[in-house]
């Protein structure tokens, strides 16, 4: 005798797959952009304030230096300051542009739920970047450099540590009050 309770057709809807394409989608794109904008901030920056692109390095991206721009850096410290924090800079002004477009812009669920990781991957480049290495981790946990780069170009710049790292909470918690609206869809 069975039981017809244990017979339950279990059915993923349409929209679940497309939400989690969607994210899957996010994910992957979300880390090469991290990783292609964050070189590049540094690079474009030192080039702009005087330095130079030396070369560019891409490969396919089964590993985490796919990408990289060799640059001569800029004279001073505080051209090269910012040069160090612009990489992460560079993924802060990214990860704010896409929640600021989708606060103005009514999207579909699996487009805003994309451009949502892909912000968000942006927005903790430089959180992790500056806070786990001075708590002797590396960025990424696993991967990544052993020191602070965001910290170290501020206080290149002049601007104490401790400062730097206050104004850089207030921004996440900016970014993620900022966030929260565009993934409710309130604009």
């Known amino acids: 005798m069975e039981n017809a309770a244990w017979r339950v057709p279990v059915r993923v809807s349409d929209s ?10 996010g994910l992957i794109v979300g880390i090469l952009v991290c990783k292609v904008v964050h070189e590049s901030g540094h690079a ?21 230096g796919f990408f990289g721009i060799r640059y001569a850096e800029p004279g001073d410290d ?5 040069a160090t924090l612009m990489g992460t800079g560079a993924t802060t002004l990214v990860a704010y542009i896409l929640v600021l ?3 103005r812009w009514r999207t579909p669920l699996w487009l805003r739920l994309g451009t ?19 708590l002797g981790l590396r960025r990424g946990l696993v991967v990544g450099g052993r020191h602070a780069e965001p910290v170290e170009g501020a206080e290149l710049m002049g601007v104490p540590a401790w400062l730097f790292l ?3 909470t207030a921004s996440f918690v900016a970014f993620h009050a900022l966030a929260y609206r565009a993934f409710r869809g309130h604009g």
């Open 16 to 25: 679940v797959i497309a939400d989690a394409f969607s994210i899957l989608v």
């Open 44 to 64: 474009l920056t030192a080039s702009v304030l005087g330095g130079r692109i030396e070369a560019v390095r891409v490969s396919f991206p089964w590993r985490f």
């Open 78 to 82: 505080w051209r090269r300051g910012l």
């Open 101 to 103: 477009f989708l606060l």
């Open 116 to 134: 949502l990781l892909v912000a968000w991957i942006c927005a903790w480049d430089m959180f992790l970047y500056a806070t786990l290495p001075l």
């Open 166 to 168: 206050i104004g850089l």
